[in-house]
């Protein structure tokens, strides 16, 4: 399996609170992504990283923001968590985009 | 922009059957096409990756195919068990390395 590891696992957090969810990769990966899955929408890319401070946004990246200070860490942010935000998160690498690799991704709950 | 369909979206079986699963997409000139399998609250797990120049590729009792003229790509799941319910997903690259997901074939295969 890929070298990815997701920090927390679960989160229950509060209305208007910040919180920071971590994606840990051991592969040394090029591109690294944060998605949300949600009943319904299916997984939604919410931002992507193409390098060390390469970010760009994705389909869903109101609310959210992302840093990517080393090649192995890939940070996302909700600066004001809202209920909205409640979901399920899953970051994922990929070497030149040939094939993508999850982690187990971590569930939020917004309160 | 690239978007993706799967067809059906739930499927439920009786153990043995062969299965066939559909993925559609927009965008004809992509680089390779992935399918993964999702077990409930777990993570996205690579089961083939098809290269554009490859018509198609297997793996044990899978076997995907790809057609890029027609924007089409079928799973196939041969003598079905009951360990093989989970939801499966196609996944194509939007540009060259942006992976764009389906919203899944939810698949219960009963003894």
């Known amino acids: 399996d890929a070298g990815i590891t997701q920090s927390p696992r679960h989160k229950v957090t509060e209305t208007g609170t910040p919180v920071t969810l971590r994606c840990h990769q051991t592969e040394n990966h090029r591109y690294m992504y944060w998605y949300r899955q949600d009943p319904g929408h299916g997984l939604r890319l919410i931002h992507y990283?193409?390098?060390?401070?390469?970010?760009d946004k994705g389909e869903v990246s109101d609310g959210y923001s992302v840093s990517r200070s080393k090649t192995e860490d890939f940070l996302l942010t909700l600066e004001s968590a809202t209920s909205s935000q409640t979901s399920v998160y899953f970051c994922?690498?990929?070497?030149?985009?040939?094939?993508?690799?999850f982690g187990q991704g971590t569930r939020l709950t917004v309160v | 922009k690239q978007e993706v369909t799967q067809i059906p979206a739930a499927l439920s079986v009786p153990e043995g059957e062969n299965l066939v699963l559909n993925c559609s997409f927009t965008?004809?000139?992509?680089?390779?096409l992935q399918w993964f399998r999702q077990d409930p609250g777990k993570g996205l797990t690579s089961l083939l990756l098809?290269?554009?120049?490859?018509r198609e590729q297997t793996s044990g009792r899978l076997n995907a195919s790809l057609d890029k003229s027609s924007g089409r790509s079928t799973l196939y799941i041969a003598a079905s068990q009951p360990g093989d319910s989970a939801t499966y997903l196609c996944a194509v690259p939007q540009g060259s390395y942006i992976p764009t997901f389906g919203r899944g074939t939810s698949l219960i295969v009963h003894p």
């Open positions: 965008d004809s000139a992509i680089y390779n």
């Open positions: 994922a690498i990929s070497e030149s985009g040939l094939s993508a690799f």
């Open positions: 098809i290269q554009s120049s490859q």
């Open positions: 990283s193409y390098g060390v401070k390469d970010t």
